[in-house]
């Protein structure tokens, strides 16, 4: 048996088996016009599940005005967004697939000056721990304990929506700079009541938040959190600078409910701290003993937004490299991750896993820039 059969040996997170190690990463694509997907969105992800992946993680969905993003994203609070993603769930079932929403609160992030009218009826206000962007300028308001508790009710009602309309589980996004990130983060939460403090003490809006969805959908229905160290406006950021930190912050919410942790790196197989040569995914395996989904510039030469520039709105072309496949499978077959989860190259390729499969990586296609103007 080749090593790379072990992509293809069932996965499991909590109580859901997956049919193979293979999952799609979540990638906002904005083709939902009025916060609803359409045919082509839920062709688009069936494509990718009768491609041979496993599980498919969608685009974010928000889960309420003061979370959404300023494009065309799914607002999953509205009933004919809920109603329309039947569609996908039924076409990637029907593909032999399973398939979860990432569940999104942008926080207090950096937005467009102009909003298409097509797309965004008004933008509400930015909210988030502190008030504060990443840079430590305000970017919007306080989020008060009301405020807290009424946005972790809607995450919980997003949750048992989704268990509802018959997807398999969720991923909350909980990384890149976004609201549960900006608890977590000492640069964004400067609290000083029970929201707030130290490492652990900042675990507490993510604990509850946790808590309060496998509440509404069940103790069963599984839960992902998506985590990195990086935002989407700064690379080098950290949220942890030592694997003690990792731990202190993580843990917890853990010992919270989450049943696996969707790492998100830019290069899948980099170490994470310089005293180990352990990934992110590895390190969050041997932290919290769950699960864990990797992630990063799988089978891409180039890495996600290797090139920012405002021409090419900064996310980098890519040939493919092949031989990702393979260190892929050894980090999965030695037990450092469970998952591998693929981005700019399923949209490339969205046959990416049965080319895997049969051995025929040399087809693989380049990801090019003009490929994120349709749902193909």
Known sequence: MSAVDVLFSPGRIGGLEIPNRIAMAPMTREFSHGGVPGPDVAAYYARRAAGGCGLIITEG????????????IPLFYQPQTLAACRA????????????????WHVGVQDSPIEVNPQTVKQ??????????LGTGEVGGEVLDERGIADTIADFARAAQAAREIGFDG???????GYLPDQFLWSRTNRRRDG??????ERTRFVVELIRACKAAAGPDFPIVLRMSQWKSFDYAARLAETPSQLEAIFLPIAEAGVDAFHCSTRRFWEPAFAESDLTLAGWMRKITGSPTIAVGSV????????????ATGGIAESAPRT???EAVASFIERG????????RAMIANPDWAALVRSRETHKLRSFRREQLAALD
């Open 61 to 72: 969905m928000a889960v309420n005005a003061a979370g959404a993003h300023d494009g065309p």
């Open 195 to 200: 929201y707030g403090g130290d490492a652990r």
């Open 123 to 132: 933008r509400p206000p930015r909210v988030g721990p502190s008030g504060l």
């Open 323 to 325: 031989r990702d496949v």
């Open 88 to 103: 996908i769930v039924d076409g990637v079932h029907r593909a032999g697939a399973r398939i979860m929403p990432q569940l």
């Open 299 to 310: 089978t891409l030469e180039n890495d996600f937004k290797h090139d920012r520039s405002e």
């Open 336 to 343: 450092e991750f469970d998952m591998i989860a693929v981005g």
């Open 170 to 176: 969720i991923e909350i996004h909980g990384a890149h």
